[in-house]
């Protein structure tokens, strides 16, 4: 398979920088997205550091044509892991950057299989024909009410809890794995990462319906952007689309 990439980033109209991270492999063969948090540059500094940490791991230590399912899901979460310690020690050494911390969602592709998942809220999407698929879960303490049946997933969406986390990077419990998952790709599919600045200004319908349009990952994921912008999205907005050929 082969696969053609779009990905843009920007601060949005309500903030005064870009605390959002993304990475895209030179070769098309992973991709992340991470959202950062804490006052002043701290939350750039977490994602940065998420972002300079994990490639690397993932990309020495994994062989693309033929590590297993273990191995891999083992590597993930091993990379998440070290960052997850760098940025707290980095909290820890540096007052300006206590208590800072970042999302990271993930398409690890190996062997025509991706591996998605994540820590905190931003998202990983498959969209197959017309079945469009959120493959990762927020670690938010809306979607923590829902599961548990206290909340409806209307009421989440507006909630005042909505963008409070329970699990990030920066955090003891960012450490406990990533929740990466296989799923088997087929020619046609449609994979999009973003952080919440992307899915709090568009609701899922409409994403979807942006994603399925056209076919340079490029303009979609610009047109994603621009349109949770126009939508209202109050926080940096950050995506990443992937076009599966054959």
Do not use: W
């Amino acid at each position: 398979m082969k696969f053609r990439v779009g990905s843009t980033s920007i601060k949005g109209n309500f903030r005064d920088n870009n605390e959002d991270a993304l990475f895209v492999d030179a070769q098309n063969r992973f991709f992340l997205v991470a959202d950062g948090m804490g006052g002043q540059s701290a939350g750039e500094r977490a994602s940065a550091l998420a972002m300079e940490v994990i490639p690397k791991k993932i990309a020495s230590q994994i062989q693309f044509s033929s590590s297993t399912s273990e191995h891999v899901v083992k590597v993930i979460d091993d990379a998440i892991a070290l960052a997850n310690s760098e940025i707290m020690a980095l909290g820890e050494l540096d007052s300006k950057l206590h208590n800072m911390g970042t999302t990271v969602t993930f398409a690890v592709i190996v062997n025509d299989v991706m591996f998605a998942g994540g820590v905190g809220d931003s998202r990983t999407y498959l969209l197959r024909k017309h079945d469009f698929r959120q493959l990762t879960t927020d670690h938010s303490l809306t979607q923590a009410l829902v599961d548990a049946g206290t909340l409806t997933p209307e009421e989440a969406l507006t909630h005042r809890y909505r963008n409070v986390l329970y699990r990030y990077l920066g955090a003891k419990d960012g450490s406990q794995g990533s929740g990466a998952k296989p799923y088997p790709l087929q020619t046609g599919d449609r994979i999009l990462l973003c952080s919440d600045g992307a899915t709090g200004g568009i609701p899922d319908p409409q994403l979807q319906q942006l994603l399925a349009t056209g076919d340079d990952p490029q303009k979609i994921a610009e047109t994603i952007v621009k349109a949770a912008e126009d939508g209202g999205s109050k926080d940096n907005i950050t995506v990443i689309v992937v076009l599966v050929d054959a």
